[in-house]
């Protein structure tokens, strides 16, 4: 339910910003799919960032995400 509720208000603030594309990813257990999330994150964000000539590691996005949280707590 917590992570459901996380990517609801992402979302919603990211879709202000930005295109939203959702991935179901599929795997033989819970720590390959796991992995396979962080991995392709990752480098998505960091080849987005730099695309846009942006410092990957600044994310306005991610400290917005936890403002809402805390309020919605």
Known sequence: KRVAKR??????IMKKSF???EVN???KSLLAVTFYAL???ALT???LAM???TDP?????IALLKKE???RA
């Open 39 to 41: 991995q392709l994150a």
């Open 7 to 12: 990517f609801g208000i992402l979302k919603i």
């Open 19 to 21: 295109n939203v594309t």
């Open 69 to 71: 949280l805390k309020k």
């Open 57 to 61: 590691e600044t994310v306005p996005a």
């Open 45 to 47: 964000s960091y080849y």
């Open 25 to 27: 990813l599929g795997g």
């Open 51 to 53: 695309l846009n000539h």
